[in-house]
């Protein structure tokens, strides 16, 4: 079975300053990795996937993410924090052959000016 | 391109009516639809898959009577929330996935739906 998990309820990041967000994964087969974003009452956004080829996923905004097997990380990064980049982001995993995505239950991240 | 919207996008109604969610796929054609729920400061939850012309796939748990899904055309998916009750309030997301490149294509969402059942 497919699971995610995303180990902090929120991240605080002072403006300027780079961001981790962080996710590992389990699935049988190879994965599909993926990072959503969502803001007040709003759906999600996509930000960026990993699916094959290089580790180092770049996104949008900025944002990238790098996929690390040995560890089954997939984590969330970027340079320099905005305080627009405050927002709910989640984690998710498909396995390949898969339609169905299993999402993490998010990490706030909360930029402070 | 690749935008969902939802109708509408907040809806309140009175325990034991009905409530039916629009899902549409506005610049592409969508082989899959999905319907999700989330409760406040909690993930998404698939609630079930849905194919064009074929009858839905309810995750475990889900009630098929009570959520009715429709996937009428490769644009539209609906939910309808029959008998609603206040534990029905949530926010249920529709995504969409593309008819090309299925196997590795994301996922689009629509906005949500904000539903308040009183």
């Known amino acids: 079975a497919q699971s995610v998990a995303q180990p902090e309820d929120q991240v605080n990041v002072a403006e300027g300053n780079p961001l981790t967000v962080k996710c590992t994964y389990s699935?049988?087969?190879?994965?599909?990795l993926f990072w959503y974003v969502q803001y007040p009452n709003r759906g999600l956004q996509f930000l960026l996937k990993?699916?094959?080829?290089?580790?180092l996923v770049k996104g949008s905004y900025g944002f990238e993410a790098e996929f690390n097997k040995s560890q089954t990380s997939f984590h969330l990064k970027k340079p320099s924090a905005l305080v627009s980049d405050s927002a709910l982001y989640f984690c998710?995993?498909?396995?390949?052959?898969?339609?169905?995505?299993?999402f993490g239950t998010g990490t706030r991240l909360l930029v402070s000016p | 391109g690749a935008v969902v919207s939802q109708h509408p996008s907040w809806v309140i109604c009175k325990s034991g009516t009905s409530v039916k969610i629009e899902c549409r796929s506005l610049?592409?054609?969508?082989?899959?639809m999905f319907w999700y729920r989330q409760f406040p400061k909690q993930s998404l939850m698939l609630m079930a898959t849905?194919?064009?012309?074929?009858?839905?796939?309810?995750e475990q748990g889900v009630e098929k009577d009570k959520f009715l899904i429709n996937h009428a055309s490769l644009t539209l998916s609906t939910l309808t929330v029959t008998s609603a009750h206040p534990e029905d309030s949530s926010f249920y997301i529709c995504?969409?996935?593309?008819?090309?490149?299925?196997?590795?294509?994301?996922?689009?969402f629509g906005p949500g739906t904000r539903l308040t059942v009183t």
């Open positions: 995504s969409a996935s593309r008819i090309r490149d299925r196997g590795t294509d994301e996922q689009y």
């Open positions: 699935v049988s087969g190879n994965p599909y």
């Open positions: 990993y699916i094959t080829g290089d580790n």
């Open positions: 998710a995993v498909r396995d390949e052959g898969f339609q169905k995505l299993v």
């Open positions: 610049d592409f054609q969508a082989t899959t």
């Open positions: 849905s194919n064009e012309g074929s009858k839905a796939t309810y």
